[in-house]
């Protein structure tokens, strides 16, 4: 009987020195970007079908879309213009999402 444990500890040792493999965590869900944006801080406005026009920062963008924060409580149709300032140039946009006041943004490729 004394070597059942003897083998019980060789087990507990071999059990405890064996290096741990943490368990896969579950992914959050996150819209996936071709491309990283960058931080833009820009004065813009979003012109609206309507003829209505709503300023915004835009937060940041890429080649692709921006992400924008309103002035004031708007719910955006599905596509409106956004132009920046600084850029001098409206480029047409598709609605992603918003939450409140932020705005996600996908740059259409046809020019205004």
């Not at 026009?53 to 955006?76: H, N, Q, W, Y």
Request: hydrophobic letters at 40%; proline letters at 11%.
């Amino acid at each position: 009987m004394s070597r059942a444990p003897d083998k019980l500890t060789e087990r507990l040792k071999r059990l405890a020195s064996a290096p741990t493999v943490d368990a896969p965590r579950p992914k959050k869900f996150t819209a996936q970007r071709a491309v990283d944006r960058t931080p833009a801080f820009k004065f813009g406005r979003v012109s609206l079908p309507t003829g209505e026009e709503v300023r915004c920062v835009v937060k940041d963008m890429s080649p692709f879309g921006a992400k924008i924060v309103l002035e004031g409580a708007f719910t955006l149709p599905p596509h409106a213009t956004l132009t920046i300032e600084q850029m001098g140039r409206g480029r047409r946009v598709a609605i992603e999402w918003q939450e409140g006041p932020e705005v996600g943004l996908s740059f259409d490729p046809t020019p205004v």
